[in-house]
């Protein structure tokens, strides 16, 4: 055993461990233990319990994602100021103004790739348990875990139209049944690897964060690491690219529901839920208020059924004929106020002046 199997031997037995007892639970199925279907969906059975333990990795990743994408204007906004200064002193500004924004919006770089990063190990040491089948079924390599040399026999000779799960392009020699197979599979991971990024940075990145120099460096690698993993592929076993083209569907289903759910503000995935969301209260008669901070929609809903109630109007106006002046209008018991001076009625005769009082 060299270094490396030595360093993922511990995870190398988890992998065998999860693929057996797949195994055995396709095989209480009714499936045939020799059989090419029981060990290819113990492989996919590998996957969706590594995707499920990868959950809460994966929030985060949207998280960082999303969080990369809002301090895009800011980033380009960095990126202007220093433009041309190559000296010391403003490349040193520029790191601590752009860690600086990473700590403000609280992401960075690479909290997205964690998923990733965390799958490469299980990548790796699954890629060691295929390869070595032949040699733990002879006896030349200790038994994997439970993958016992009966077992590492049976899943050797398991075949997938014709082609064996260890079997390899660049050893296929003449089985053209490898080649197919291989190529099929190279071909359908390139296309979820590219489909799959294509989905995350056009449908939920806002219009801002398509421009500048990083988005130019995610448009590269959408179209690189595709062929990246083409050129890649030939040296893979059948098993792992099995793995990685169910990781990737699984990918692909995941980003979908959360973009369509949960899409970035600002996004075209966000414009669609808005137009959804849009449609649906209409069609149960309620008014949707454009938003305007491209976030969130207000709902306006108006009772139905409930009669606007009358307002209660002033008394005194209520009760003053038509015609009347302020000072005829009846007060408390009917009889009129007297005003004094020109306030006071007409028709109760002149003010009589006062009298003196005599000596």
């Not at 797949?22 to 996919?44: K, N, Q």
């Not at 009347?324 to 106020?337: C, E, H, Y």
Request: aromatic share 8%; hydrophobic share 45%.
């Amino acid at each position: 055993m060299n270094w490396f199997d030595g360093l993922l031997a511990p995870i190398m037995t988890v992998v065998a461990w999860i693929m057996v007892q797949f195994h055995s639970l396709f095989e209480g199925l009714g499936l045939d233990p020799a059989g090419g279907a029981a060990w290819a969906l113990s492989i996919v059975g590998l996957v969706i319990v590594m995707r499920i333990l990868l959950i809460p990795l994966f929030f985060k990743q949207i998280k960082a994602s999303r969080g990369m994408q809002m301090l895009a204007p800011e980033m380009q906004a960095i990126q202007k100021k220093y433009k041309g200064k190559t000296d010391p002193a403003s490349r040193e500004a520029m790191s601590r103004e752009t860690m600086e924004l990473y700590r403000k919006h609280g992401t960075n770089p690479f909290a997205s790739c964690l998923p990733i990063l965390l799958q490469s190990p299980i990548f790796f040491a699954l890629f060691r348990v295929l390869i070595q089948l032949p040699q733990i079924a002879s006896g030349e390599v200790d038994p994997i875990g439970p993958m016992t040399p009966a077992l590492a026999a049976q899943a050797e000779a398991a075949t997938i139209f014709g082609a064996p799960l260890s079997g390899t392009f660049t050893q296929s020699g003449d089985n053209w049944h490898i080649k197919i197979v291989t190529v099929v599979l190279i071909i359908a991971m390139s296309a979820t690897t590219f489909l799959t990024q294509r989905q995350l940075t056009m449908k939920n990145m806002p219009p801002a964060a398509l421009q500048g120099p990083m988005a130019q460096q995610q448009k590269v690698l959408l179209y690189v690491l595709p062929l990246v993993f083409a050129f890649s592929g030939v040296n893979f076993p059948i098993g792992v690219l099995i793995y990685w083209t169910t990781t990737n569907l699984w990918s692909m289903g995941q980003q979908f529901y959360t973009i369509r759910r949960m899409p970035a503000p600002g996004s075209q995935a966000e414009k669609a839920l808005l137009e959804r969301k849009a449609r649906r209260a209409a069609a149960k008669g309620i008014t949707l208020e454009e938003p305007t901070n491209g976030t969130t929609a207000v709902i306006e809903e108006k009772p139905r059924g409930q009669r606007e109630q009358p307002k209660r109007k002033d008394r005194a106006k209520s009760a003053r004929p038509a015609g009347a002046t302020p000072a005829q209008t009846p007060v408390g018991d009917g009889k009129a106020t007297k005003g004094s001076g020109d306030d006071a009625d007409p028709d109760d005769g002149p003010t009589k002046p006062p009298t003196k009082s005599k000596k």
